[in-house]
């Protein structure tokens, strides 16, 4: 009992420095889950213990009187990856010395903090870009430690853009579903040491080439100070910050991506799943990007264009595409060793990938593409890999499987030492047995090393130079002056592989990072080559045209792309605008497909401004310096928010910032509230926008009266979708025609969906009654041409240059 008393005694005397070291790391890091390297393990104390118990389905222990819960080293990313999923901060504490070289208790730090949107693990992140962005001053930069990204946004609207996991903030925001929002000391946001910040970060002397003002400085250092410090480094992978530009690209709002459902979608699919028929990873996270930041600029566009075409044309696309297709990660893999967090499979990866540079150089000099799409071959760094790692290197650098024979020569020679200890021991064996007898027997353990076995049943003399080393039930082990020195040559020799091997690694880990930025250039040619012969796949597969550019729009033939994917027979349908036919409004009964034609020609646009080829039979098409969509509410019990508010405001950023370059794409605006109420309004708005803002637009609304529009405004026109009534139903062909609906349909829509014969004929009825009696009693009419005429002749003598409606 006593014994067993002192045992305790020492054990948690043994523990309480320890549990000291721990609760100072947790003081430090007080907003983290702390993951404290014990042994094998990596344990959780208190409540953190109690937390990832629950969570991750820990068994809960105790430890001095503290709860504790441990997860296995090696299954770390496992368990990371639900913690990071919930939401969490995690601070991972390794052991700072190899623990049976360390002098009193190990020394212990955090090597990194991992969060949502700081994630380098290959077994976490997924395919797609994973952000953290800081928020300031509606200034959004947005860093992918992945890939080395760095992007700068100009608004709130610009989160839908890119979903970073993690925000980090002044505390001004408000939570979003889905992203980690931290609200981080002032000290982050402070302008003072900015620009050192990053001076420091890219290792530059000056800053203006960046062209930051001082915000986006204070935004970047922000990102970049979080980094460093949940990092514990300086992430050498990280790219100069993109800006934003207005001028090169179509900045899409937020419910523009929303409505016309680019990256996700309610129930269908998005336009990026859709376009996703990428081959390579960087190519896939290229187009997610691009579909939601068009291009302006009509050489570009062209560029690509004719680029997509060369492809379509070629008889090789698929050859390249195969070729393109076995490139690697390459911007995840130069990441992770510029971290440095390779791993050798890193290094097996980067040399296939380059090994295919040649072959897809070759295609494009045969396909007659410009030089500028060449990669470098680095012929060099290849050689290298080529010749330093072995074609199916272990997982682990350091047991001598890695670096492959011939690249060290100090390396190859411990090894043979290590490969001929085997001979050693059969030949040491054969000796003593010539010595002793056959029952000796030389073997190897872990805990003990090499030994010579002698069972019980041996009864001759055991020789001097014998020295006892462990006693079995059966047997006794000894060692000797001559085992030993081969004892330790193995040991010896491991050790200096481990050494050699681990320096090897890290000397071809410098040569890759030295060609960094070569490397990068590479990766998002190949990102680049991948979308565009993704755009090639596309156009041949569902039969797209190369569409071409003038200051009008027409298209013959247009198709939704998705739509005529889930219906069979899509009835295709054409739009001629110009000058003199900018607002369209038109006008239908429910499910004629008005929805459906209006997001056709928007998204029929954006692809174009890709530089894609377009679902239609021909396409002429104006270059849109911003694409606006906006869909009247819907009835929403689900939120307490007035929905007709939010359908205004959005109405009103279009009314203040569409250009006559934009496209405007109106759907039901003007729903959200009583008839009488939004007809008005609707009608208001297209006045407006066709008479001052002059955008191009299409009106998609069942409020018949609005064609009224058409006798007043030369440039606007009326579309409706055709109709053929026989006795007794309506049939929705679909297709778009010049007219108007004369009615709404909405109440043989009723009939269709099975409302009893007397009801709808009742309906009927009352409609016709409701329509006389709200003219006539609420006294509601609109105005005619040529009041409206009048009107205007008034306000432009009040106002000659600020012509206002009503
Ligand atoms: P609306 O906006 O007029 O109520 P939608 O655009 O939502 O109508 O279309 C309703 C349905 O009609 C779509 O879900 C689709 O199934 C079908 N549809 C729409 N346009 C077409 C078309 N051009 N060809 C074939 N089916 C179509
Ligand atoms: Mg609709």
Same mark, same amino acid.
């Given at each position: ?389 072995? @074609? ?201 497909? @008005? ?212």
């Amino acid at each position: 009992m006593e014994k067993w008393m002192k045992g305790c005694q020492q054990l948690s005397n043994d523990l309480t420095p320890m549990m000291v070291q721990y609760t100072n790391i947790k003081s430090q890091y007080s907003d983290c889950i702390v993951l404290f390297r014990l042994g094998d393990f990596y344990e959780t104390f208190d409540d953190d213990a109690r937390y990832a118990s629950k969570v991750l389905g820990l068994v809960l222990t105790h430890r001095s009187d503290h709860p504790m819960a441990g997860i296995p080293y090696h299954a770390l990313d496992i368990y990371l990856k639900k913690l990071v999923e919930l939401g969490n901060k995690i601070a991972i504490c390794d052991q700072m010395e190899d623990p049976s070289m360390a002098n009193g208790i190990v020394k212990r730090d955090v090597t990194r903090v991992v969060t949502p949107g700081t994630l380098i693990d290959d077994g976490i992140l997924t395919d797609a870009n994973n952000y953290i962005a800081a928020f300031y001053k509606n200034i959004l930069a947005f860093v992918d430690i992945s890939t080395g990204d760095f992007l700068i946004e100009y608004s709130m609207e610009s989160i839908e853009k890119y979903s970073p996991r993690h925000v980090i903030h002044q505390g001004d925001l408000s939570p979003i579903d889905g992203i980690f929002m931290e609200k981080v000391e002032d000290w982050y946001f402070d302008s003072k040491n900015a620009g050192q910040t990053i001076k420091d970060q890219f290792k530059v002397s000056d800053l203006s080439f960046l062209e930051l003002t001082k915000d986006e400085e204070v935004v970047v250092s922000a990102i970049l100070k979080y980094l460093q410090i949940t990092q514990k480094r300086i992430l050498k992978n990280i790219r100069y910050p993109l800006k934003f530009r207005k001028n090169e690209r179509v900045f899409l709002d937020s419910s523009t991506i929303s409505n016309l459902e680019l990256i996700d979608s309610k129930n269908g699919i998005s336009l990026y799943s859709y376009m996703k028929r990428t081959v390579t990873k960087m190519g896939q996270r290229l187009l997610k990007r691009e579909i939601v930041a068009p291009l302006l600029n009509k050489n570009e566009i062209e560029i690509r264009l004719d680029l997509v075409e060369k492809l379509v044309k070629s008889k090789s696309l698929n050859l390249l595409r195969d070729l393109l297709s076995n490139v690697q990660d390459i911007e995840r893999i130069v990441s992770r060793v510029a971290y440095p967090a390779a791993t050798p499979s890193d290094l097996v990866a980067l040399r296939e990938s380059l090994e295919l540079f040649d072959g897809i150089n070759g295609w494009i000099i045969s396909n007659g593409i410009f030089d500028d799409l060449k990669v470098d071959t680095l012929d060099d760094l290849r050689e290298l890999l080529e010749r330093s790692v072995f @074609k199916e290197p272990s997982g682990n650098v350091g047991d001598g499987k890695v670096i492959a024979s011939g690249f060290s020569k100090e390396l190859d020679e411990e090894r043979s030492i290590l490969s001929d200890v085997g001979g050693y021991i059969q030949r040491y064996q054969e000796k003593e047995r010539k010595r002793i007898g056959n029952k000796v027997k030389v073997g190897y353990s872990s805990v003990f090393g090499y030994y010579i076995e002698i069972s019980n049943g041996y009864k001759g003399e055991i020789p001097s130079d014998y020295v006892r080393k462990q006693t079995l039930v059966n047997s006794e082990r000894y060692t000797t002056p001559e085992l030993s020195e081969i004892e330790h040559r193995v040991l010896h020799a491991s050790e200096r592989i481990k050494l050699l091997e681990t320096e090897a690694f890290e000397s071809i880990c410098q040569e890759i990072l030295k060609n960094k930025d070569v490397l990068i250039e590479n990766s998002s040619k190949v990102a680049f080559m991948d979308m565009i012969a993704t755009f090639a796949t596309i156009a041949i597969e569902e039969k797209y045209v190369k569409p071409v550019f003038s200051d009008e729009l027409k298209i013959i033939g247009g198709r939704h792309p998705i739509i005529e994917k889930r219906v069979g027979d899509f009835v295709a349908n054409g739009l001629e605008m110009n000058e003199k036919k900018k607002f369209i409004i038109l006008t239908g009964p429910n499910m004629s497909g @008005k929805s459906t034609f209006i997001r056709q020609i928007a998204l029929i646009s954006l692809m174009a401004q890709l530089g894609s080829f377009v679902p239609a039979e021909e396409a002429t098409l104006k270059i849109f310096d911003r694409i606006f969509t906006r869909i009247g509410a819907r009835d929403d019990l689900s939120s307490n928010k007035s929905t007709f508010l939010v359908e205004m405001s959005e109405v009103a950023t279009i009314l203040h910032s569409a250009t006559q370059n934009s496209l405007i794409i109106l759907d039901e605006v003007g729903r959200g509230t009583s008839t009488f109420d939004g007809l008005s309004i609707a009608w208001a708005v297209s006045e407006y926008i066709s008479q001052k803002i002059k955008a191009f637009t299409i009106f998609a609304t069942h409020y018949n009266e609005l064609s009224e529009l058409e006798k007043i405004y030369p440039d606007i026109y009326n579309l409706t979708i055709e109709v053929v009534e026989n006795e007794d139903r309506v049939l929705f062909l679909h297709r778009v025609i010049p007219g108007t609906a004369d009615k709404s349909y909405g109440i043989e829509v009723a009939r269709i969906a099975g409302i009893p014969y007397g009801i709808v004929n009742r309906a009927y009825e009352v409609a016709d009654a409701l329509a006389s009696a709200s003219q006539i009693e609420r006294g509601v009419r609109f105005l005619t041409a040529g009041e409206v005429e009048a009107i205007k002749k008034k306000l432009k003598k009040i106002n000659e240059n600020q012509m206002k409606f009503f």
